[in-house]
């Protein structure tokens, strides 16, 4: 089961603002043996917003969405999320409630709208505020606030995909080729490739930088640590022979 994320809002799109959440994600997810598999931006636009839960919905992958979940108009995304699911918003009961004991009467006519969720969602504990986040399905919605959702994202990972969790995560490592250029070393990227199909090959050429002022290639091997070392090692042997200097990455 992949993982992936869709972090939403103008003020991201049109630089306001810069997103901490991808980062944060990586981070949660590494802590537990996990990845990222990818990430979407989506700017405050209803119809591309429920597009793309749309998507979510039906890509069977565990999916975080961050924002839009507020009682603005500029908060899209739980009635999006609801389209997207051919479902009526109603007033979640816990949530609800949550909202009445920390309002009371200020809870209406507006906050209450925080606690709409798509029929047969379930709540994420908001930990910071009480305002709960929902879950459908596997795929989840939590605040644009930082330090509400990052720990809102721990709760559903340690609560329901603890399953998932990795003991021994995939590793990556590599070496740079001094003053090599890919179009000389297609050939033996497809031969590694073949040779460890288990492995993933990264190549990233540069033409020069404060660190390698020369041109090189950054190349690396992602997997099983075991795997990993065995191809890195074969990796600088085959550079070697094919006249390279290599160079470690610092």
Not at 52 to 67: H, M, N
Not at 106 to 123: L, T
């Amino acid at each position: 089961m992949k993982i992936g994320a869709i972090i939403i809002g103008d003020e991201l799109l049109s630089g306001k603002r810069q997103d901490k959440h991808l980062q944060a994600l990586i981070r949660i997810l590494a802590a537990r043996g996990l990845s990222l598999a990818w990430a979407d931006y989506v700017g405050d636009d209803p119809a591309r917003i429920r597009a793309t839960l749309e998507r979510a919905f039906a890509g069977g992958d565990v999916v975080f969405s961050f924002g839009g979940i507020g009682a603005t108009p500029d908060d899209h995304t739980r009635a999006c999320a609801a389209q997207a699911l051919g479902l009526e918003l109603e007033v979640h009961p816990e949530a609800g409630a949550l909202i009445e004991a920390r309002f009371g009467a200020d809870a209406y006519p507006h906050r209450i709208n925080m606690a709409k969720f798509p029929q047969g969602s379930h709540i994420i504990p908001n930990p910071v505020n009480q305002i709960a986040g929902f879950s459908h399905g596997d795929v989840h919605f939590v605040p644009g606030f930082p330090a509400m959702a990052w720990p809102m994202i721990e709760w559903v990972l340690d609560e329901q995909y603890r399953h998932l969790f990795n003991d021994s995560p995939d590793v990556e490592a590599g070496v740079i080729a001094l003053n090599a250029r890919e179009g000389d070393l297609i050939t033996l990227m497809q031969d590694f490739s073949q040779r460890y199909p288990a492995l993933k090959l990264s190549s990233l050429p540069s033409f020069g930088n404060d660190t390698i002022p020369q041109m090189h290639i950054d190349f690396g091997f992602t997997g099983q640590r075991q795997l990993v070392d065995i191809a890195v090692t074969e990796w600088r042997k085959a550079l070697t022979a094919a006249g390279y200097t290599l160079q470690e990455r610092v």
